[in-house]
């Protein structure tokens, strides 16, 4: 099979190294990101869950943001309404919105709620869940503070969820940002997933692999050793 000099290049990049430092893991993802848009900087964890019967969920504020702009959607009433829109929320309401959403309107990538309209969100289930729109106390997104959660979000907050073969898919950020920032947002990200070990459900080892790549670039499998001195750090 002929491949492309792209392809080439990033194979000649990469080598036949398989697992690489955190430093070298970052340079190599930014060396590597040479198509003309700003990469997303992608990062996938295999847990050694039994994925049938735990779920790892949580949230980590990344301390240099994803580089990514977030259309929020806060279903608040009242002096909420007010407090969600002086927080930065994009769009604010309750019955008027869900109509909107009933009718096809999609055009928001997080949803915050709190308690009192959970009423009016919940028969939106089929509709946000697949999407992974629903809001849930469990990520902070269902609050009474949701001036708090509004403005972490925009700052950089990330939701996690471990799928049903026990992977966990994230972005820590930007190939544009500079190596230093990304480092720190990877190894937060790494710390937020190791704090949400599971008391039961854990197969041996809790991460058995982590892999960060760019959204088009080949995926650079970190060194387990690393891994775990910052998962320890944590604990």
Partial sequence: MKRSKRYQNIETLVGSQRVFGFDEAIATLKKSATTSFDETA?????????????TVRG????PHGTGKTVRILAFAKGANQV????AGADYVGGEDIAKKIKDG?????KVVATPDMMSVVGKLGKILGPRGLMPSPKTGTV?????????????????FRSD????IHS???????????LKENLTTIIRSVGEHRPEEGVKGNYITKVSIASTMGPGLELDLSEIMAVTEQAN
């Fill in 171 to 181: 972005i820590f950020g930007k190939a544009s940002f500079e190596e230093g920032s």
């Fill in 105 to 109: 309107w999609l055009e928001f990538d």
């Fill in 42 to 54: 992608e990062i996938i964890f295999n847990l050694g869950i039994k994925a049938s019967q735990v």
């Fill in 59 to 62: 949230t980590c504020s990344l």
């Fill in 164 to 167: 049903r073969q026990g992977l």
């Fill in 83 to 86: 407090e969600a829109t002086e």
């Fill in 143 to 159: 609050t009474r503070d949701v001036g708090k959660i509004i403005a972490e979000l925009k700052k950089g907050m990330v939701e």
